[in-house]
Nanobody
């Protein structure tokens, strides 16, 4: 199984940028679709929100409407990492950000928003945007 560790969170002012990283170990990340999710303050795990996903098998990326044009997901298979570049950050982006993975064989973009479709999760990294 794959282990995921997020990093790169922090406190930035509105309009600023952050780059989150998801480091995978135990398996080669190229065998997995990787997604980013976020859980806002006071929200439960079941309210975790899909942000973006990347699939190596078909080379496609997917984004939630709320982050399109501001966030970019990318992967570096050589480093076994998947990153989320976040620009033009807004206070509404404040959340704990999680990366998740599922074997590419079992991935379907129709399930991006379904938490149960993702088999592996990291512990999260906190992102706080001040106004």
């Amino acid at each position: 199984q794959v282990r995921l560790v997020e990093s790169g969170g922090g406190l930035v002012q509105a309009g600023g940028s952050l780059r989150l990283s998801c480091a995978a170990s135990g398996r080669t990340v190229s065998d997995y679709a990787v997604g980013w999710f976020r859980q806002g303050p006071g929200k439960e795990r079941k309210e975790r929100e899909f942000v973006a996903a990347d699939t190596w098998r078909n080379g496609r990326t997917y984004y939630a409407d709320s982050v399109k044009g501001r966030f970019t997901i990318s992967r570096d298979n050589a480093k076994n990492t998947v990153s989320l570049q976040m620009n033009s950050l807004e206070p509404e982006d404040t959340a704990t950000y999680y990366c998740a993975a599922v074997r590419d064989t079992y991935y379907s973009s129709n399930n991006n928003y379904r938490l149960g479709a993702w088999d592996y999760w990291g512990q999260g990294t906190q992102v706080t945007i001040s106004s």
